[in-house]
C-alpha cells in the first residue's frame, strides 16, 4: 500500500467510527452534588495531579470534561461513549494510577455521551462519609459498588 494511501486509510476508519474513543462533550454542568463538593476546596490547585487525571482518562477512552485538584481533594467528571465497557475495564485502572480513591477529599462522575448520568461517587476524611450512585443497567459493571443492596433488588448482568 502506498504511503498517500495508508493515510487515507485512517482517516476513513476514523470517519467511519472505527476503533473506541472517549464521548465528545462540550459541557456537562454539574449536580447539586458535584456543585456542593466543587465550593469546599481550600488550598492551592494542583496543576501536577489535573495533568495526571486528564493523562489517564485518556489512556482510559475517556474524556476529562472537568478535573480540579486543590490540596489532597480533587473533583473529576469524565465522559466516556461505551458506559459499561469503562466501568467493567477500565475504571479500575484509571482509580490505581491516579490515586483518586487515596485522596483525602474526591469526587468522580462518570456521564455517557449524551452527558447522562452513569456513576457518581464522592467520599470526605470527615465523618468519613461519603455517596454513591450507579445506574441501574450498569450497577453490576463497576468495580465500586454500594456497601448493602436492598432485600430483593435485582439487577441485569453487565452488558460490557
Not at 485518556?58 to 481533594?73: N, Q, Y
Amino acid at each position: 500500500m502506498r504511503p498517500r494511501f495508508a493515510g487515507l486509510f485512517v482517516v476513513v476508519a476514523l470517519l467511519a467510527g472505527c476503533g473506541h474513543h472517549a464521548a465528545a462533550i462540550a459541557h456537562v454542568a454539574p449536580t447539586a452534588l458535584g456543585r456542593s463538593f466543587l465550593v469546599g476546596l481550600p488550598g492551592k490547585p494542583n496543576s501536577r495531579y489535573v495533568r495526571l487525571v486528564r493523562r489517564e482518562a485518556l489512556a482510559a477512552r475517556a474524556e476529562a470534561v472537568d478535573v480540579r485538584a486543590v490540596g489532597g481533594a480533587a473533583a473529576a467528571t469524565l465522559a466516556v461513549s461505551d458506559p459499561a465497557a469503562f466501568l467493567e475495564h477500565r475504571l479500575k485502572r484509571f482509580l490505581v494510577r491516579t490515586l483518586l480513591a487515596r485522596r483525602q477529599d474526591a469526587y468522580l462522575r462518570v456521564v455517557d455521551g449524551r452527558g447522562r448520568r452513569v456513576l457518581e461517587w464522592s467520599w470526605s476524611h470527615e465523618g468519613p462519609s461519603g455517596s454513591l450512585w450507579i445506574r441501574p443497567d450498569v450497577l453490576e459493571c463497576s468495580p465500586i459498588q454500594p456497601i448493602g443492596i436492598p432485600v430483593g433488588a435485582t439487577y441485569s448482568r453487565c452488558p460490557a
